[in-house]
């Protein structure tokens, strides 16, 4: 998908409103709207000219709560195999302790 392939707003408004609650499909960092031709169109700050689609914040939300989950259970599941994860919860006067104050 080129550049032509994004979605074009008539107006700035509606840019805007679309850029606040969309990201880029590629890396989900945020967009910005610029000037299009006839329009305004929504980039991403870090793709540029090389933003292939949007996705909807929503989603990402979703994406980043499914993959929190699936790290806790994998952090749970692998504890008995994996050492540095059977570590001991610390307290802060330990942590203090430690680190030589
Ligand atoms: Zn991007």
Redesign the pocket.
């Known amino acids: 998908m080129n550049l032509h392939q994004l979605q074009v707003f008539e107006s700035q408004f509606d840019a805007c409103d679309f850029q606040q609650s969309h990201?880029?499909?590629?890396?989900?960092?945020p967009l910005v709207n610029r000037p299009d031709g006839e329009g305004w169109i929504c980039q991403?700050?870090?793709?540029?000219e090389?933003?292939?689609g949007y996705v909807t914040r929503k989603y990402v939300d979703k994406r980043i709560e499914q993959s929190v989950a699936f790290a806790r259970a994998a952090r749970v599941a692998l504890a008995p195999y994996v050492p540095f994860l059977q570590q001991e919860k610390r307290t802060e006067a330990q942590n203090i302790s430690e680190l030589g104050f």
Do not use: L
Request: aromatic share 6%.
């Open positions: 990201v880029c499909a590629t890396c989900w960092r991403c700050t870090e793709c540029k090389e933003t292939r």
